[in-house]
């Protein structure tokens, strides 16, 4: 069987071209506490319409593109065959990567020191994954998903 990575660079190319963006995928370079599959967008021969275009406002069309990947690629396929797949481009992934996880301390910190539980809105179901997942190991703070999209909420509190 083919390696998700190849599945996924092959799906995001196709993807491009369909749309007709002249650009081509690489693999890799994710960050060392990522447990997922980087496709990154090569930006050189874009225009600044069509990064706009790609990324959208507030990361929205590449937030889209991201979960039209990690569903379609992973359809019909054994839990244990599933992969997770991150889109990348111009570095916007990495610097909201940074951003999530300054804001999951910074949260967690506030909770440890005033003892109440903090709402954390407008965020993306990948983008609450994400902070689950920086503070999953944390020994006094939790996190839990509440309410239905688009108005779910994710609430970090003291276990």
């Known amino acids: 069987m083919e390696q998700p990575v190849e599945r996924g660079k092959q799906w995001l190319e196709k993807l491009l071209a369909l749309m007709a963006i002249p650009a081509t995928v690489s693999t890799g370079n994710e960050p060392a506490d990522s447990d997922s599959c980087w496709l990154t967008i090569d930006e050189t021969n ?80 990948a983008e609450r994954r994400q902070i689950h997942t920086f503070l999953k190991d944390s020994t006094d703070i939790e996190t839990e998903s509440r309410g239905q999209e688009p108005d779910r909420r994710l609430v970090v509190r003291l276990r």
């Not at 937030?63 to 889109?87: F, G, H, M, R």
Request: glycine share 4%; aromatic share 4%; charged share 20%.
């Open 46 to 125: 874009l225009t600044p319409k069509q990064l706009e275009l790609l990324i959208g406002e507030q990361g929205e069309s590449i937030d889209a593109i991201q979960y039209l990947a990690n569903t379609l690629l992973n359809i019909n396929l054994a839990p244990e065959l599933q992969s997770s797949y991150t889109v990348e481009i111009s570095g916007y992934r990495v610097k909201r990567h940074q951003e999530l996880f300054d804001l999951a301390q910074k949260v967690a910190q506030q909770v440890r020191e005033t003892g109440k539980e903090v709402e954390m809105t407008a965020l993306s179901a």
